[in-house]
Each structure stands twice: as structure tokens, then as C-alpha cells.
């Protein structure tokens, strides 16, 4: 089976990053780690005006209705271009959440401000799961077993990436309530892990370029360091890791809505992990030590990968749903 993005969608991939590199990501980053949300507000604005932010939304709520594959092409643009804010909160969990709960759920009322970048919404699935940005979320909301809470933030909790703010929340008001929650929460899980799957995708293949530019303009020995065949060696090695990511993530969005999601979900998250934070390692060896450094824009994305490296479910906890879902199509059989 081939997947291939549409020109249409190649076209909207492009379109985003353009947006993103006019915006000069890093600078908003870097403030947005300081506390200030209003430049990463803006250009959050300025995707939803493109559409970025209410592809999982339906027309009735002001959204574009799109496909799952629509919203992981968006979500790799804004993985390469490391966008800050809780964007696939937004995008994507919040959204599936919300819309697979009772159509008489009045929590969707929040959808079409997301879906025009009016608003920016978190959620922790559990009351003991820290919420992403939750100082600057308009929408506070947890997962507290079969209900369905806004939310009031607590203390904050360190991150590996200063520009990934966690917070504790505690509970408020009920929103919904029932067993309908419950299924909701595993579909935005699942969402927010494919989305997350794709933002690594997306951010891996921005260290490659990074990286690929860098070996060629600096120079040791009188020629350029990725004249060496050792270097060329590790970027490619990269590549093929990103490359074979790819497929399972387009795989996993084509079957979101079937009964092989969480399997699909699962193995594109594990792929896309392994192959950013590899990607990660190698960017900054051929870097050397001043690629961590806080002066470096290439630090942005490394703390950034590292952190969702564990958001969304540990490399373990993935692996083991792959295996639970091979052994059911086995019928139970162990080998």
C-alpha cells in the first residue's frame, strides 16, 4: 500500500510553513517560555485563519470537517516549525473529545472559538495528569473517570522544554457526565497521541535540515564536516529513521475511525518517537556542544522532542498495545 499526501495537501503543508517561518518561530518560543503568550497567540490566530485549528471540527460547530489525515499534516508543520501553546489540545484532542460525547453535550459550545483561534483549550485526562499551558488557556478541563470537569490550575510543574508550561489542576463544575466520557477520553488520548506522533515527526525532519545545512557551511580541516563519510553516515541514518516513521503515521490516520486505532495509533507513535529523538542525538553531535546552548535555535527543538518523548504514552505503554492487538487478531494464541 503507498501513502502519498494529495497535491492539495502538499500544497496546505506548505502554505503553514511558509506562515511559520514568517512568523520566525524561535523568538516566539523563547517568550513564550518567559510567560508571554501574545506573538504565539497571534500566529495560532493566523492558522486558524488557514484553516489548521478546526480540521477536526464539523461544519455545524464552524469547523472545516476535514479528514484525521488533514489534521497529521498540520500537525507535522507545526511539530517542524516547533509552534508554541497547546495547539494539539486544541486541534486535536479537545475537538474529538468533545464531538464523540452525547449530542446533547453543551461543552461544545466551546468548539467554534477553537476553531477560529478565538480560544486556546487544555486538558488533563486524569486528575493526577498535569495540563499543558493551562496559565494560558481560555478552556481548562479534566478527565476525572466518568465525568467531565472544567478545572482550576494548580502548581506548576517542571518540563524539560521551558516553552511546555504544566500545571496540576484540581476539579470544578461537571460538564458531562457518564459512560460516554469514557470512550470520549480514549478517542482524544488517541488523537492527542497521533497528533503528538506527527508534531515529532514534523520537528525531526527540521533537525535534519538543520543539520544538513550546518555540516556543509562549517568547516574543520579546511573542508567542510559533512564531507566525512562518518557524518554522512549519521544524517542518513536519520533520514531512513524519518522516512520509515512516515507510512505508519499516514497509516494511523486512514485508520483512526476503525477498530485497529489504538493498534495504528500505537505503532506510529512508537516509529515517530524513536526517530525523532534519534534524529535529535545525531543533530546535536554534528553540532557538537553548542547546540544545546540556550543562544541556538537548534535547543528549541531538542528540549522539545525530548519532552514529548514521554507525553502521550511511554515507548512501553505503546508497545504493549500493539502486542495486546496482534495477540486478539491471533485469536489469543502467545508465541
Sequence with gaps: MRFALSPEQRDFATSLRKMCAAARTPALIRDWSGGGSRGGRGLIHQLAGAGAMGLAIAEDYDGMGAETIDLVVAAQELGRAAVPGPVIETAAVLPTLLQALDDNAPARRWLPAFAAGRALGTVALSPTTPALDADSADVLLVVDGDRLCTASRGERIESVDPARRLYAVSTDEVVAQGDSVVAAARSG??????????????????????????????????????????????????????????????????????DDRARDVSAATIACKEAAYRTARIALQVHGAIGYTAECDLSLWLTKVTALRSAWGTADFHRARVAAALRADRGGVSA
Design 189 to 258: 488520548f488517541d488523537a492527542g497521541a497521533l497528533a503528538s506522533a506527527a508534531q515529532l515527526l514534523g520537528a525531526g525532519q527540521a533537525m535534519l535540515d538543520t543539520s544538513v545545512a550546518y555540516v556543509v557551511q562549517r568547516h574543520q580541516f579546511g573542508q567542510p564536516i559533512g564531507r566525512y563519510q562518518a557524518v554522512k553516515h549519521h544524517l542518513a541514518d536519520a533520514k531512513i529513521g524519518l522516512d520509515m516513521a512516515e507510512p505508519l503515521l499516514y497509516r494511523a490516520a486512514l485508520s483512526f475511525g476503525t
